[in-house]
């Protein structure tokens, strides 16, 4: 099994900034794509960014130049560093990873409990 903690959800102005982090644990053999979803109320959950092992990253458009996703394979934990925040990031934030365990040596995706992103003056 593998956790995902996720950390700096919270309220913020538009035009701020916040930065999420997310820590993966647990009997981890391998971490392939780590990334961030979110979900707004009434609509569907949405890729934001993931990266992968070798750092490839991928965006979706709404966030593009405004969104930096990074990770440290380290300390299996992947960031989200969040600039220019709208109105419309308000949502639900979820960790994600795709990862081979002790237990489970097949890839498969694991997900965060989620934190709430608030962009509201």
């Known amino acids: 099994q593998v956790q995902l903690v996720e950390s700096g959800g919270g309220l913020v102005q538009p035009g701020g900034s916040l930065r999420l982090s997310c820590a993966a644990s647990g009997s981890i053999l391998s971490i392939n794509v780590m990334g961030w979803y979110r979900q707004a109320p009434g609509k569907q959950r949405e890729l934001v960014a993931h990266?992968?092992?070798?750092?490839?990253?991928n965006y979706t458009d709404s966030v593009k130049g405004r969104f930096t996703i990074s990770r440290d394979n380290a300390k299996n934990t992947v960031y989200l560093q969040m600039n220019s925040l709208k109105p419309e990031d308000t949502a639900v934030y979820y960790c994600?990873?795709?990862?081979?365990?002790?237990?489970?040596?097949?890839?498969?995706?694991?997900w965060g409990q989620g934190t709430q992103v608030t962009v509201s003056s």
């Open positions: 990266i992968t092992r070798g750092d490839s990253t």
């Open positions: 994600n990873c795709n990862a081979r365990t002790v237990i489970r040596p097949v890839p498969k995706d694991y």
